[in-house]
C-alpha cells in the first residue's frame, strides 16, 4: 500500500482508521453514569442539576479533547520533530561484587538458647 504524502493525507487516513464505535461507547457510557451519580446525590431541586450539567459538561469536553487529541499530538510531534532517538542515553550500570550468601536453616537458628549465667 502506498504510504500519501502529504501530512493532511496521513492524517485523514490515521482519522478514518481510529476505531470510533468503541471511543464512542466508552465516552457515552462514562457519561451516562457521571450523570445518573450526579443526580441521585444532588436530585433536581433549585436548578441544581441544571448548573452542575453545563460544568461537569465543559469539564468532560475539556478531559475528552485531552486525552483524544492533545496527548495523541504531542506523542507523535516528539517522534517527529525531535526524532525517535531525542531521549537520553542510559549509561551503563556498575555492577558491585556480591558476597555470596549462605543460608542458615530456620530452625537451627530458632532452637539456639541463651547462654545460661552461673552465679
Do not use: N
Amino acid at each position: 500500500m502506498a504510504r500519501p504524502t502529504s501530512l493532511p493525507a496521513r492524517l485523514r487516513q490515521r482519522f478514518l482508521a481510529y476505531r470510533w464505535r468503541r471511543v464512542g461507547v466508552l465516552a457515552g457510557s462514562s457519561l451516562a453514569l457521571s450523570l445518573v451519580l450526579v443526580l441521585y446525590l444532588f436530585g433536581t431541586s433549585d436548578h441544581f442539576f441544571g448548573r452542575l450539567f453545563t460544568a461537569f459538561f465543559v469539564g468532560f469536553c475539556l478531559l475528552a479533547a485531552t486525552f483524544l487529541a492533545i496527548l495523541p499530538f504531542i506523542s507523535w510531534a516528539t517522534a517527529h520533530w525531535f526524532g525517535r532517538g531525542w531521549e537520553a542515553e542510559t549509561l551503563p550500570t556498575r555492577r558491585t561484587a556480591t558476597k555470596p550468601v549462605t543460608s542458615r536453616p530456620a530452625a537451627a537458628g530458632a532452637s539456639r538458647r541463651p547462654p545460661s549465667s552461673l552465679a
